[in-house]
C-alpha cells in the first residue's frame, strides 16, 4: 500500500485522567489537550516535545459508555492505537482485500475514523483517522494537532 501511515496515538483507560496524568509528567511528558466528548467521556493528549507519536488518557465522564464496559472488563491500560492515514478509503480497500474487518466507520466534520476490531490477530483495537483541511480550524496549533505539526496528505493532495 501506498498510501502514508504513521501512530498517531495510543489511547490509554483511566479511571481519572488527574490521578494517571502525574504517572506521564514523570515520563517528561507535556500536556497538549484536554476536552471532554458530549459528556461521555474525557481525553487528554500529551507529548514528549519532539516529532514523534501522542500518548492519550480517556477517563468516563457518564455512568454507562464503552469506556465504562471496558474499564469493568478489563481495568485501566492500554484501549486503542490510532493510526493517522493519509487516505482511508485506501486504507479500508487494503484491509478488507486482505480479509480484515473494519467496523464502525464515521465522518465528522474535520475528520473520518473508523476501528479494527480487537478480534483481529494482533488483539488491539486500530483506530484509523484520516484528518480532513479543516480539522485544525478552532483547534490548538498544528505543532499540537499532529505528529510533526502537518497532517499526512497523499501525492494527490496540494
Given at each position: 500500500m501506498e498510501t502514508p501511515i504513521r501512530v498517531d496515538h495510543t489511547g490509554i483507560a483511566v479511571e481519572a485522567i488527574e490521578n494517571a496524568e502525574p504517572v506521564l509528567f514523570a515520563l517528561g511528558c507535556r500536556k497538549?489537550?484536554?476536552?471532554?466528548?458530549?459528556?461521555?467521556?474525557?481525553?487528554?493528549?500529551?507529548?514528549?516535545?519532539r516529532d514523534?507519536?501522542?500518548?492519550?488518557?480517556?477517563?468516563?465522564?457518564?455512568e454507562e459508555t464503552f469506556l465504562t464496559d471496558?474499564?469493568?472488563?478489563?481495568?485501566?491500560?492500554?484501549?486503542?492505537?490510532?493510526?493517522?492515514?493519509?487516505?482511508?478509503?485506501?486504507?479500508?480497500e487494503a484491509l478488507e482485500a486482505a480479509d480484515i474487518d473494519v467496523?464502525?466507520?464515521?465522518?465528522?466534520?474535520?475528520?473520518?475514523?473508523?476501528?479494527?476490531s480487537p478480534a483481529n490477530p494482533?488483539?488491539?483495537?486500530f483506530q484509523l483517522m484520516e484528518y480532513h483541511d479543516d480539522y485544525a480550524e478552532g483547534r490548538p496549533p498544528a505543532d499540537d494537532l499532529y505528529?510533526?505539526?502537518?497532517?499526512?496528505?497523499?501525492?494527490?493532495?496540494?
Open positions: 497538549l489537550t484536554e476536552d471532554s466528548v458530549k459528556g461521555r467521556f474525557r481525553w487528554a493528549q500529551y507529548d514528549f516535545g514523534a507519536s501522542r500518548l492519550e488518557l480517556i477517563a468516563p465522564e457518564a471496558f474499564l469493568d472488563e478489563y481495568g485501566p491500560g492500554l484501549h486503542h492505537v490510532t493510526l493517522e492515514v493519509a487516505d482511508i478509503d485506501a486504507v479500508i467496523v464502525d466507520y464515521a465522518e465528522f466534520s474535520g475528520w473520518t475514523e473508523a476501528f479494527l494482533t488483539g488491539t483495537l505528529v510533526d505539526g502537518t497532517r499526512l496528505t497523499t501525492a494527490d493532495d496540494p
